[in-house]
């Protein structure tokens, strides 16, 4: 590992190789350190920024291998597991050098977070689950189709929603970065429980999410499927369950699912967020971390 001369936790963004490969992160705000792992796989990191925490807390945006100017593998856009990211994820932890941190995982970052909190619990004070699930494959994309299409039977009048269907059936279809990037965009309105309802708020956000095609494939071209659902009930911190009512892809069943297995968990349901709380709620998403994460350093876990 070699890493700059600055201060790792200095404002501002870096630069660190960890395996020879670089990875870049980047800090906003102050207080107990909190690293954000964004989702996708592949989406850029800006969407993540949650300026309501930095008033509180050390947010540490991750740019997970593969994404953004992060490095990619050689076998990309294949290889990029939980494991993969996890290892990646534990080197920046030693890297940043606070005894122990919080972890916020969005979506698919959440998969990764909860993996890493059950297989590298040492310095981790607790975990936000956001967005997040126990499992992937198709039971979870049966719960995704089925909840896709109540959205569309909300919106069936929208000139609009032909676009967004289209944008989740060429899904299977993405092949770069361009094609990633124009799918992301095209399938967000789904992602908000009102989108066109506040689209002057939130059309530039729109506009603005970048990606990178991650193929949910291992180096051997294998799917990288999740159940965590056998180990959850031995997870050892404390973890916050945080979800949109009106999410899609990582809905409200899930959720709740998380909350069972892991033990003392706190689940907070966003009544009028989709998968982007952060935005739509973003007093009562933040106000329920900062409470969260102080009340982890109060009591030691």
Known sequence: MTTSA?????????????????????VH??????????????????????PALERHLTMVYLEPVGSGDADRLPSH????????????????????????????????GGFVVQYHALHQP????????????????????????????QFAARN????????VLAAFQAIPSIADDGQMTSVAQGLLPAYFADYWGREEEF??????????????????????????????GSLTVPALVVVGRHDVICGVRWAEELHRLIPESELLILENSGHFGHLEEPAAFAEAVKRFVTATLRSGK
């Open 6 to 26: 600055t201060d790792p936790l200095a404002a501002g963004s870096h630069a660190v190789e960890l395996d020879g490969v670089a990875q870049r992160y980047h």
């Open 29 to 50: 705000g102050s207080g107990p350190v909190c690293v954000a792992h964004s989702g996708g796989p592949g989406i850029d990191w800006e969407y993540m920024r949650m």
């Open 77 to 108: 856009p294949h290889g990029y597991t939980r494991s993969l990211y996890s290892r990646f994820l534990g080197k920046l932890i030693v890297h940043l050098g606070a005894p122990e941190v919080h972890l916020l995982g969005h979506s698919h």
């Open 122 to 149: 040492g310095r981790v004070a607790g975990v936000i689950l956001y967005d997040s699930a126990p499992l992937t494959g198709p039971e979870h994309g049966a719960e995704a189709m089925r909840l896709v299409e």
């Open 156 to 163: 069936s009048d929208r000139p609009e929603l032909p676009e």
């Open 203 to 232: 059309a530039s956000f729109r506009a603005s999410v970048r990606a990178s095609h991650i193929s949910g494939l291992d180096e051997n071209l294998v799917p990288d499927i999740i159940d965590d659902r056998a180990d959850l």
